[in-house]
């Protein structure tokens, strides 16, 4: 293993070589108060907003080996001299006799030894506190007494994210700093800039005497800032200045004499850090008590507890035991906490996505991201759902994106554009699947009786109208039925999912056609759970219609088309000499049930063909050479890169949901496989991005750099993959009678087994494979008795229930493809 490995029994991830080829990262704490702490330590945290409300700094853009936003020195003396280093490795890039960095749920764990000295340092934020804790601590290994001192050092941002890199002048005039005394040589550092003096102060402290701190970075880092990082001017003394900064790039460092340490001798100590609301003496007083609560090491140790406990419930809902390591380690651990991180942060903040204001919550993004915890948490994903619902417009569109903080909402992107359309052609559509699977997880029924706003509001800022759920989604059907264009295909608006396909308005989306079909295909079941056959039929015809449009115009021959241009050529047909091709283009059609089983196998095979690589499946091919303002933000990556040809990882899960649709159990796990970031080992200097995670984008092999990851864990991909690993794949499927059992597996697999809660129960699902076959549902038994079809029933008795499921041939029923 070159940087890592997974450790199963602690659900974590373990970094043994910090020089990863790019940061990996692990989240801490909620959008509430959180963010990311990466594997040698640096941190970015904020409070509420990420734009808005920012408090420590950390750039990107610097290459690995800087400080970013935190770090901890350690200067250690003995009869050799003194060494001053960094436990973290960075900034300080000493040589390691060890190095360990455990990426766990909710917390980051580091254990290092640097010149004989152990450093345990655990960072995480306590469950409904703003306090971000790190407890320390350092072992003498060695077999002579030392002395050691303690550095924790924070740079701090403007709270104005943007503005901290916008203007040089203004934002170092505003920032400043005071110390406090807390009792037992205690310090309390405070940062704010001055326009938030008497509203909101950042606190740090440890809960150990601190000797003398520092809040001025130029003091700090000494020699008019010729000092570094890496080599502080200020360490080099006895004691830190204790400037208090009044302008300028403030920081906060405190030093700790830990004092003497005999050899095996361990010392532990606390840090914290928090930000609270009023005036200083209020907020101080807040500050001051949860110092006292967290710097108590029993509370620091059942504060973890707790979480380690909400995380046991949350991802003990569904646990599998499959014939593949990987996929074990994915489904049960990391790819569930992905899915968590996702729809608490949408697309906000992370290495990637900086988080500097320009997007909220996408209504597309996060309409996929509850679906990827409705199985764990259902009735947070409904919170979130509801405000999906209240952002969207009386005419069944949807706003594209919102602040969950204040529930305003715009149309992204097509605001920029006057002569396009500003409705997006998918993002309604998606709040459908999203409501359904809710409905199945519950069976709370009722949730379609509760009413809601639309998104238009009068001069007093009331909603203009409401309606019920049901409503929200008859009316997102509506939308898509009542704005086609000339072929009758729903049109694209300013885009559908690929965001950067942007075509002059009256053009047509296939992907929105598709969608639409199973959007239906969702009420119309929904319908018949309820009885009401009458609307059931409606929808019907309507989907008849559009299936019966969709293969008159789109099938190109031996794959369908992906868009009409407005002008009603295709795009994504042989016609085109680029993107002829579109992968979302084929499994659309699939899951739609539009495709007949012959166009379905085909199409298919069409990606299989020429879409498919070793490292995942592209987005479409071959890649637009050249920038062209027709089609906008597709063509300003080159071939290979992003939406123009690369491996957009978002759209390979939805491949995998057609082949096992049309049973081909083989294929979906060669795919789900070969994108999976925990089978990398071989090729992580190629991948980059961290194992335990999925990435958003993989460059093609249009490009010279096939194989390379970004964009790292805020991507629909991680709802996705769990999704069809768990629905599809395993075929464990939320139903409205119960739960369907209906895996498509590799034929070689003897079996698997899943733990799963559903609705107030628990089933210990076995499944054998005896004939080896990829699908078939042969027998299942249910507590001992064998039950007819493969819906296991709804107890909700709280009781646990045993499910013995055989797959084998089943006698040909020559039904049409899909559904
Ligand atoms: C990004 C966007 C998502 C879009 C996708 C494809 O992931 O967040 O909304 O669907 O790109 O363009």
């Not at 907020?283 to 979480?307: D, I, N, P, Q, W």
Request: aromatic share 12%.
């Amino acid at each position: 293993m070159k940087y890592g490995y997974f450790d199963d029994q602690t659900r974590e991830y373990v970094i043994t070589n910090p020089r990863t080829p790019v940061k990996w990262i692990n989240y801490v704490g909620t959008l509430g108060f959180g963010g990311f702490v990466d594997h040698t330590g640096g941190l970015l945290l904020c409070k509420g907003d990420p734009a808005l409300n920012r408090i420590t700094k950390y750039i990107p853009q610097l290459p690995g080996s800087q400080f970013k936003g935190q770090t901890l020195y350690l200067r250690k003396r003995s009869s050799a001299g003194t060494q001053i280093f960094s436990p973290l490795f960075v900034p300080t890039l000493d040589a390691y006799e060890r190095f360990e960095c455990r990426v766990g749920l909710g917390y980051t764990q580091f254990d290092t030894e640097f010149y004989g000295i152990r450093s345990q340092i655990s960072i995480f934020v306590p469950k409904g506190d703003a306090v971000l804790v790190q407890e320390i601590s350092i072992t003498n290994l060695g077999s002579e007494a030392v002395e050691i001192d303690a550095v924790p050092l924070l740079e701090y941002t403007h709270f104005d994210a943007l503005k901290q890199f916008m203007n040089a002048d203004w934002v170092p005039q505003t920032m400043m700093s005071e110390a406090h005394e807390d009792g037992a040589g205690r310090k309390i550092l405070a940062q704010f800039a001055f326009m938030n003096r008497d509203q909101r102060q950042t606190y740090f402290t440890a809960n150990v005497a601190a000797s003398s701190f520092e809040t001025d970075r130029r003091v700090f880092l000494g020699d008019n800032e010729y000092g570094t990082f890496q080599r502080p001017k200020s360490l080099e003394s006895a004691e830190l200045s204790n400037t208090l900064a009044l302008r300028g790039d403030n920081v906060g460092a405190l030093m700790l004499p830990l004092g003497s340490l005999a050899p095996g001798e361990t010392k532990r100590f606390v840090t914290l850090l928090t930000q609270q609301e009023g005036s200083r003496t209020e907020s101080l007083a807040r500050a001051r008590a949860l110092f006292e609560k967290y710097g108590r090491h029993e509370t620091v140790a059942s504060a973890r507890t707790a979480m380690g406990k909400d995380w046991d419930a949350y991802l003990g809902r569904v646990q599998v035991n499959t014939p593949d390591a990987s996929m074990n380690s994915m489904l049960n651990v990391h790819n569930p906490r992905q899915c968590y991180m996702t729809k608490n942060w949408s697309r906000d903040l992370s290495l990637y996505q900086l988080g500097f204001g320009g997007r909220g919550m996408g209504f597309r993004d996060s309409s996929q991201d509850v679906m990827g915890v409705m199985s764990n948490m259902p009735e947070e994903a409904r919170e979130l759902i509801e405000k999906l619902l209240s952002v969207m417009k009386s005419n069944g569109s949807a706003m594209h994106q919102f602040y969950a903080s204040t529930m305003v909402a715009n149309e992204g992107d097509s605001r920029e554009y006057e002569d396009r359309p500003n409705f997006y052609g998918d993002d309604h559509l998606w709040i459908v699947f999203a409501v359904c699977a809710y409905l199945k997880e519950t069976g709370n029924l009722r949730f379609l009786d509760q009413v809601l706003p639309y998104y238009e509001k009068d001069k007093h800022g009331a909603p203009r109208e409401q309606g019920t759920v049901l409503n929200h989604l008859q009316r997102a059907v509506d939308f898509t039925k009542s704005n086609v264009g000339r072929h009758g295909l729903p049109l694209l608006g300013f885009a559908d999912w690929n965001d950067t396909v942007n075509l002059k308005t009256g053009a047509e989306s296939l992907f929105v056609a598709n969608q639409y079909g199973k959007a239906l295909l969702d009420l119309i079941e929904l319908f018949e759970f309820r009885g009401d056959h009458a609307q059931a039929n409606r929808y019907r015809a309507d989907y008849e219609h559009m299936r019966g449009l969709v293969n008159e115009y789109a099938w190109d021959g031996e794959w369908y088309v992906r868009y009409f241009d407005h002008d009603g050529s295709p795009i994504g047909s042989k016609k085109n000499a680029q993107g002829q091709i579109w992968t979302n283009g084929q499994s659309w059609p699939v899951i739609s049930g539009f495709a007949p089983r012959e166009r379905a196998q085909r199409a298919l095979d069409s990606v299989n063909r020429l879409l498919n690589t070793p490292n995942g499946i592209k987005l479409s091919a071959p890649g637009y050479d050249g920038f062209d303002p027709e089609k906008g933000g597709v063509t300003t990556y080159p071939p290979g890169a992003k939406e123009n040809g690369g491996i957009f990882l978002h759209a390979n899960p939805w491949v995998m949901i057609a082949e096992t649709l049309v049973g081909n159990g083989d294929r979906a796990f060669e795919y789900y496989n070969q994108i999976n970031p925990a089978a990398k080992n071989d090729v992580i200097d190629t991948y980059e991005c961290e194992p335990y995670v999925y990435a958003q984008n993989i460059l093609g092999n249009e490009h010279p750099q096939f194989g390379l990851a970004r964009n790292s864990w805020l991507s629909g991909t991680a709802s996705w993959v769990y999704q069809v690993a768990t629905k599809y794949i395993l075929g464990i499927m939320p139903g409205y009678a119960g739960l369907e059992i209906d895996p498509c597996i590799p034929k070689a697999w003897d079996g698997f087994s899943v733990r799963r809660r559903f609705r107030g129960a628990e089933y210990l699902i076995e499944v054998t494979n005896p004939e080896h076959v990829s699908k078939g549902v042969q027998k299942l038994v249910v507590d001992g008795a064998p039950v007819a079809g493969n819906v296991i029933p709804a107890f909700d008795d709280g009781k646990t229930h045993s499910v013995q499921v055989t797959l084998g041939a089943l006698a040909d029923t020559g039904e049409q493809a899909a559904q």
